[in-house]
T-cell receptor, first 114, second 113 residues
Framework: DADVTQTPRNRITKTGKRIMLECSQT?????MYWYRQDPGLGLRLIYY???????NKGEISDGYSVSRQAQAKFSLSLESAIPNQTALYFC?????????????FGEGSRLTVL | GDSVTQMEGPVTLSEEAFLTINCTYT??????LFWYVQYPGEGLQLLLK?????DKGSNKGFEATYRKETTSFHLEKGSVQVSDSAVYFC????????????FGTGTQLKVEL
């Protein structure tokens, strides 16, 4: 089983719908991140959390919200999806004992907003 | 703010050719530098890293040297294989920044027989 699991892997929705992308990890890491990937733009940070009580905005947080339900779970919500939120979304984790600075990524959630 | 610039792709090479993917960065202080690789349909995984000037990161035949004087971290491999076909991302993180990464735009590599 993957250490960082994202659900759903693929989702097609309509403009205005609420969408939640979920991320869970079994690595025991305290830090979790949400990135989006767009062709030609690389990955950009949406939100990050260094522990359950710590939530921080990244460079492109507008239109998104997050919830850190537990150390192992970090969800990303789009309250009212719009077409330019069509992208590939990645959850990542880091930290823990022997932290080397490496981020560990999930396999991604492809979201299409029509 | 911090930024990473890498060469645009796609880069198409024949098997056993020499690979260079250029990466330069802008950051204050002394960031750590990374190369991540994304194989088709997968998430990113760390390929190599360097945490201080003149460090060389290496893995799977790939190498990159942290050059502070030129603010560069170019990725090289002496002989590429078809299995190296992927998207390569250069990234940096600031010391004390909580491992938040700033990524370049990615370079797609296609290796043909």
């Amino acid at each position: 089983d993957a250490d960082v699991t994202q659900t759903p892997r693929n989702r097609i929705t309509k403009t205005g719908k609420r969408i939640m992308l979920e991320c869970s990890q079994t690595k025991g890491h305290d830090r979790m991140y949400w990135y989006r990937q767009d062709p030609g733009l690389g990955l950009r940070l949406i939100y990050y959390s260094f522990d359950v009580k710590d939530i921080n905005k990244g460079e492109i947080s507008d239109g998104y919200s997050v919830s850190r339900q537990a150390q192992a779970k970090f969800s990303l919500s789009l309250e009212s999806a719009i077409p330019n939120q069509t992208a590939l979304y990645f959850c990542a984790t880091s930290g823990g004992k022997g932290d080397t600075g490496e981020l560990f990524f999930g396999e991604g959630s492809r979201l299409t907003v029509l | 703010g911090d930024s990473v610039t890498q060469m645009e792709g796609p880069v198409t090479l024949s098997e056993e050719a020499f690979l260079t993917i250029n990466c330069t960065y802008t950051a204050t202080g002394y960031p750590s530098l990374f190369w991540y690789v994304q194989y088709p349909g997968e998430g990113l995984q760390l390929l190599l890293k360097a945490t201080k000037a003149d460090d060389k990161g290496s893995n799977k035949g790939f190498e990159a040297t942290y050059r502070k004087e030129t603010t560069s971290f170019h990725l090289e491999k002496g002989s590429v294989q078809v299995s190296d076909s992927a998207v390569y991302f250069c990234a940096l993180s600031r010391t004390g920044g909580g491992n938040k990464l700033t990524f370049g735009t990615g370079t797609q590599l296609k290796v043909e027989l």
